[in-house]
């Protein structure tokens, strides 16, 4: 019987994992059919940009994969997994779990990122860890077409992220506020091009506030959210600017399985004048929940005359998930498999916080049961224990106050009954 009941299981995975790969491949083709005719539109001079391009250091602005990446890129007011590291800094206060995640993306022909991100929490306080490496192989050739020699350029973005979540409660979310500082180092080999590696350091300062709005189910989570940060702030690296950007969006769920998102992106320069920046740009992107294990997701941005579409899936196992993207856009080589990225997240528990938010229902719950009884102090004992593991909670703070007038107002009362 067990035999049977494994194979069952198997069977569903594999069938899952088919349906999630083919959720791309039918996406990937009909965008593939559309991009033709869309990427004419974008050729026009309003759309492109002769500055696109002029910074140093263009890892910065590759998503390494996930939900970030299948999302357009406009993850700003999401920042709901480890894709907070490269979105928002202030995101790793508000996530459910502590989080190891490892990403592989083939870019562009022999061009491949790889990244590694370890996040975690504690309460209101989150910090995080990872970095991501870039490398291109290369062979020299002399004047007469022989090879001399074989290499990589390459270029590593190293990661550290603290933040935190201030003034969260029962009915506020709080207002979190985070930041990245990221050390960057690019290896270019001496042969191809003399005194052309080097290394800078940089910093990122975002903020996210989540709230309900327009809300038309009933959930605790809270529906929509709003976010800011500026990236890449730092010195010049051999006199080219980093890439800095300034970016805000929003995040929104009218239906519990519907999320949909918007960023705005304002390229700036510290050193550069205001000429020569690249012009804004926008990404918007879209999450669907189809069932408790698997969710497809697109995303859209638009920087210079370069349109991108993104499409996946998301598939929740038991002890990992994987996120699985393809991107099409004026680069995507469709007789390769470039543009397609994977992720691997293993989730490491949530600290305790999910059994701790139970028992405080159940705490709360009992204390309106002996309220409704009569036993008001007994009610208040239960409402003071859901308190210890939430102080914020507070509907038992207004519960107990007004079972404390109760009994305030019933001693008042026998009080004068004693003295007639």
């Known amino acids: ?61 590759i998503p390494m994969g996930g939900l970030y990446e299948g999302m357009g890129t406009a993850y700003t007011a999401v920042s ?6 490269e979105a928002n800094p202030a995101g790793s206060s508000l996530l459910d779990y502590t989080e190891l995640t490892l990403n592989h993306n083939n870019w562009i022909a022999d061009t491949n990122i790889e990244g590694v991100v370890y996040t975690t929490r504690f309460n209101d306080l989150g910090i995080g860890v990872g970095g991501k490496f870039l490398y291109v192989p290369f062979v020299e050739y002399n004047r007469w077409g022989e090879e001399e020699g074989t290499g ?35 290896h270019i080999p001496e ?18 506030s989540r709230m309900n709005f327009l809300k038309f189910y009933a959930a605790r989570e809270r529906n929509f959210s709003v976010g800011g940060v500026v990236k890449n702030l730092g010195p010049t690296a051999l006199g080219e600017p980093l890439p800095a950007i300034a970016t ?40 669907a929940v189809m069932t408790d294990f698997f969710s497809i997701h697109a995303g859209f941005s638009h920087r210079g005359s370069n349109p991108k579409f993104t499409i996946g899936s998301q598939l929740e196992l038991e002890k990992v998930n994987l996120n699985i ?7 995507t080589q469709l007789t390769s498999v470039d543009k397609f990225s994977i ?5 490491l528990g949530d600290r305790g916080r999910k059994a701790d938010s139970r028992r405080v229902d159940e705490y709360y719950i009992a204390g309106l049961e002996s309220y409704a009884k009569g036993d008001l102090s ?8 859901a308190l210890k593991l939430n102080p914020v909670f507070q509907p038992a703070v207004e519960n107990m106050m007004v079972a404390k007038t109760a009994i305030a107002l019933q001693e008042s009362m026998e009080a004068l009954n004693v003295v007639e």
């Open 343 to 347: 992720e691997a997240t293993i989730p």
């Open 325 to 331: 993207n393809y991107t099409l856009d004026m680069t």
């Open 80 to 85: 709901s997994d480890s894709g907070f590291l």
């Open 248 to 287: 805000a969006g929003f995040s929104y769920s009218p239906i519990r399985p519907i999320l949909i998102s918007f960023d705005y992106n304002y390229p700036f320069s510290l050193t550069l004048p205001s000429d020569e920046w690249e012009k804004w740009n926008i990404a918007g992107g879209i999450n």
């Open 378 to 385: 007994k009610a208040i004992e239960y409402w003071e224990a």
């Open 152 to 186: 990589y350029y390459s270029e590593t973005i190293a990661t550290m992220n603290i933040s935190y979540n201030f003034f969260s409660s029962y009915y506020f979310y709080g207002i979190s506020l985070g930041a990245n500082v990221k050390a960057a180092y690019r």
């Open 191 to 208: 042969p191809i091009a003399p005194d052309q590696s080097v290394a800078t350091v940089m910093t990122d300062i975002g903020f996210l």
């Open 1 to 61: 019987m067990e035999i049977v009941v494994y194979f069952q299981v198997m069977k569903k995975r594999f069938l899952l994992i088919i349906l999630f790969l083919l959720t791309v491949a039918v996406f990937s083709v009909n965008l593939d059919e559309f991009y033709a005719d869309f990427s004419d539109l974008s050729s026009l001079p309003f759309f492109s940009d002769k500055n696109t391009g002029l910074t140093i250091f263009p890892t910065l602005l």
